[in-house]
């Protein structure tokens, strides 16, 4: 069946640190990718998407490329703040389906 | 723009009352909208899937007599855990699609909401 495999956490970096947190997905037909990110006590924000092959997703300094070849969507941001500590979800859902499959989720913790 | 919400956010119930979460499309209007529970440190898992005028369809192993499921208007879709016992104490999150726009795969979350039963 479909599914997304994220890197387990926590993944604890400095401020100022090259963040890359890797998914990779199994899928029967052409998904959308989402990577989403909850803070602590909340619900889950969109923070960046892909609907298609080389498609580059980004938002606030986070990145996230298509890459159909090795089936990945690896979350890339250049120099974290402690703000960015939260857990990150990537997603898939196939096209004309409702369904979002989600990994398990990948903890950040950001030190000062 | 696609802002949902979820009232209450949290809540505090005895063993055996029910308890009613609403979801609301802020901005937008969803024909779909989705429940899902979140235990501590885990992903989601999808409850149900809520159409706009129809019956839900739930998840295997979700009881549909336990969890209520309505959705009587393109804005607003209602979840409510009768005879809460103190195991259905969780986090649930609601989302919503945006199908008006471009990204019409898209699911907006609501803060979620987060339920105790004593």
């Known amino acids: 069946g479909d599914s997304v495999t994220q890197m387990e956490g926590p993944v604890t970096l400095s401020e100022e640190a090259f963040l890359t947190i890797n998914c990779t997905y199994t899928a029967t037909g052409y998904p959308s990718l989402f990577w989403y990110v909850q803070y602590p006590g909340e619900g889950l924000q969109l923070l960046l998407k892909?609907?298609?092959?080389?498609d580059k997703g980004s938002n606030k300094g986070f990145e996230a490329t298509y890459r159909k070849e090795t089936t990945s969507f690896h979350l890339e941001k250049g120099s974290v703040q402690v703000s960015d500590s939260a857990v990150y979800f990537c997603?898939?859902?196939?096209?004309?389906?409702?369904?979002?499959?989600f990994g398990t989720g990948t903890r950040l913790l950001v030190s000062p | 723009g696609a802002v949902v919400s979820q009232h209450p956010s949290w809540v505090i119930c005895k063993s055996g009352t029910s308890v009613k979460i609403e979801c609301r499309s802020l901005?937008?209007?969803?024909?779909?909208m989705f429940w899902y529970r979140q235990f501590p440190k885990q992903s989601l898992m999808l409850m149900a899937t809520s159409n706009e005028g129809s019956k839900a369809t739930y998840e295997q192993g979700v009881e549909k007599d336990k969890f209520l499921i309505n959705h009587a208007s393109l804005t607003l879709s209602t979840l409510t855990v009768t005879s809460a016992h103190p195991e259905d104490s969780s986090f649930y999150i609601c989302s919503a699609r945006d199908q008006s726009g471009q990204w019409t795969d898209t699911q907006y979350f609501g803060p979620g909401t987060r339920l105790t039963v004593l």
């Open positions: 892909a609907t298609k092959a080389d």
């Open positions: 997603a898939l859902i196939l096209t004309g389906f409702q369904k979002l499959v």
């Open positions: 901005d937008f209007q969803a024909t779909t």
